[in-house]
């Protein structure tokens, strides 16, 4: 089955390219892979490819799409029609052979669980706090996107004991650094924001660097491993 | 130039056209909220369009000259008075040491602003001036400026020298002035409602067609429930509202989020950059600096255009831009 994704034009700057509608390594795989070959063969005004767990959206600058394809009336449609190329001239067969590989190393992330929900996640759970512990820290995650926040990683899959819904009233003000779960997540917060996910605990590691190229320390495919300390 | 703040009002920021590039690491679009009247400002003093300007978001800002120079203000509506006198917005200004400036966005908080020749003199941070407020960087020191801040112009461009070449003693504005064209057209006569034209949102279909039809149909209210990330949108009967929660994906500014409690949310220039709530419409690019300029409790529908018809109005917009830049660019202050 090599059916091509679905290619929806989102605005007058905008286009995603939709695999899937879940959670799937393989299906991030794809991404990742058309992700990738975007970047290294961009087209005259693309801005930015926003990988997500099952979706690249592209965006790009209409006025230099019109200026590249001045017989064209629409950017969109230009842009539409040059990724419909691209994934029928080489569909990813492979996903394999796409990043990241298996082999990449793993990113360590020096964290203490002492998050304010710790408690109350281990009592809804059933498990004790050092179980929470052993588990969270015991998986290998990988970034499946970055949102939410500058830098913010989507870190999954997270153990199926572990898993819980969002918190029933978010909170106005997770502190930056916190460590947290919701549903089959786990994730860090780089700022100070808003948020409903359970903290369980946080971590002094910089995620998020305006002068670093790229800003976001973690990229979509990475590996993450928390570690106690 | 160069200026002391007095009031910042609500949320005076420095903006200019954002920083797309960046994206992929969660980083806001960011830039002017509204992106017409900032660029209509930075052509009065002679700048090009990505110059800094000063965004004034709600409330009376005031500021004294600390050195004198040239400015403008532009917006959709409001008062600009230097020593007390009323100056209008979309006039090229000289501003004398000491002269006090004072500007009064329009009721409702609409955005004004504040353009000085050379662009406001603040670091590139990830290849932009404008301010990150979730991530406390760029603009001025990454936050909302407050009062005894003191802001300066940078090198004015060549194109402003015969500008800079005039020196006063006191205020002088210009006899002409550009208004901001986009804003006329908003209201039509007799109608309580102001249209915002969109496009089908991706989600649409999770919505049945009478659901809808309904939708383009409904007037919501602009509640006061609003930044420089969105603007959330009440309406009588929350009937639009979804539980099912989708898949988190990229998202851009004038997207229209349903989330349960029904009442729809535009995302605007600072919004996240992924969400999972499902998008019913996209407001198209013309309308998102008209719709940012609403004031709250003002009545809104929605009218759904083709992409081809959006597309045609952005580039007769920025065609309209590069004109008014061209005619703007040698007009002498007379």
Known sequence: ?229 | MKIRIITPGLLATVQDLGRPQWRSDGVPLGGAADAVSHRIANFLVGNKAGAATLEIAGGRFTAQVEQPGWLAVAGADGQFLTDEKEVGFGRLVFAPNGASLDIRPGSGCNYAYLAVSGGWDVPEVLNSKSTCLAAGFGGWEGRVLRKGDVLSAADAPPESEMQGGLQHESVRSSNWFAGNPFFRKMMTPGSRTIVIRVLAGPEIHWWSETQQEQFFKTPFTVSARRDRMGVRLDAEDAVFGKTEIMLSTAVCPGAIQVPPDGHPFVLLADAQTTGGYPRIAQVIAVDIPRLVQIPPGQGVCFQKVTLEEAERLFFEQENMLQKIQLALRWRALK
């Open chain 1, 1 to 229: 089955m090599s059916s091509l994704p679905d290619i929806a034009i989102c605005s007058e700057s905008a286009v995603a390219v939709t695999y899937g509608d879940r959670i799937d390594p393989e299906i991030h795989q794809k991404v990742l892979a058309f992700n990738d070959r975007l970047l290294n063969d961009p087209f005259p005004g693309l801005q930015a490819v926003v990988p997500a767990y099952a979706s690249v959206t592209v965006f790009f600058d209409p006025v230099v799409v019109k200026e590249n394809w001045p017989r064209e009336t629409s950017s969109a449609h230009v842009v539409r029609a040059l990724l419909e190329d691209r994934l029928i001239q080489s569909p990813i067969r492979n996903p394999q052979s796409a990043i990241p590989n298996p082999q990449s190393p793993i990113i360590e992330i020096p964290m203490q669980y002492d998050g304010p929900d710790l408690a109350g996640v281990a009592g809804k759970l059933q498990l004790s706090e050092n179980e929470v512990v052993r588990l969270h820290s015991g998986t290998v995650y990988t970034v499946f996107m970055i949102g939410f926040l500058p830098g913010f990683p989507y870190l999954g899959p997270l153990p199926e004991a572990l898993r819980l819904p969002r918190r029933d009233t978010p909170r106005l003000r997770v502190p930056a650094g916190s460590v947290a779960i919701a549903g089959d997540q786990t994730g860090i917060y780089p700022q100070a924001s808003p948020g409903g996910w359970h903290l369980i605990g946080h971590t002094d590691s910089r995620l998020f660097d305006p002068k670093e190229r790229p800003p976001a320390r973690l990229q979509p495919g990475m590996r993450v491993r928390f570690v106690e300390i």
